[in-house]
């Protein structure tokens, strides 16, 4: 299964953007894993930002995604998304979405282990 991130680009500080990621070849099994969104800026650890149980039901935020953060996932279109509000210059980076191919939920970073190509994110005036 090949994971696919969009939706990237320029957004103006305060602004609001939706990530968006796809699942191509082998999407059967989308539907049965846990799937993470996290970002990895240079010089720094990456970072979990939300992550959301296979059927989409249970999503979790870390505190740098609680309160402007909205992960979902449909797996009838092989998709998750994060919506980030009232985005800072202190969140450019590149973002990457994720999946936990042994289980069907879990917080812990370790845990995922399949990962798209990332898109950047660069929030400026």
């Known amino acids: 299964m090949q994971l696919i991130e969009s939706g990237g680009g320029l957004v103006q500080p305060g602004d609001s953007l939706t990530l968006t990621c796809t699942a191509s070849?082998?999407?059967?099994?989308?539907?049965?894993?846990?799937m993470g969104w996290f970002r990895h800026a240079p010089g720094k650890e990456r970072e979990l930002l939300a992550t959301i149980s296979a059927s989409g039901a249970v999503p979790y935020y870390t505190d740098s995604g609680q309160g402007r953060f909205s992960i979902s996932k449909y797996n009838a279109n092989n998709a998750m998304y994060l919506r980030m509000n009232r985005m800072e210059p202190e969140e450019t980076t590149i973002y990457y979405c994720a999946a936990a191919t042994r289980i069907q939920y879990t917080t812990r970073t370790a845990e995922y282990n399949h990962w798209g190509q990332g898109t950047q994110v660069t929030a400026a005036s």
């Open positions: 070849r082998d999407t059967h099994f989308f539907s049965i894993y846990a």
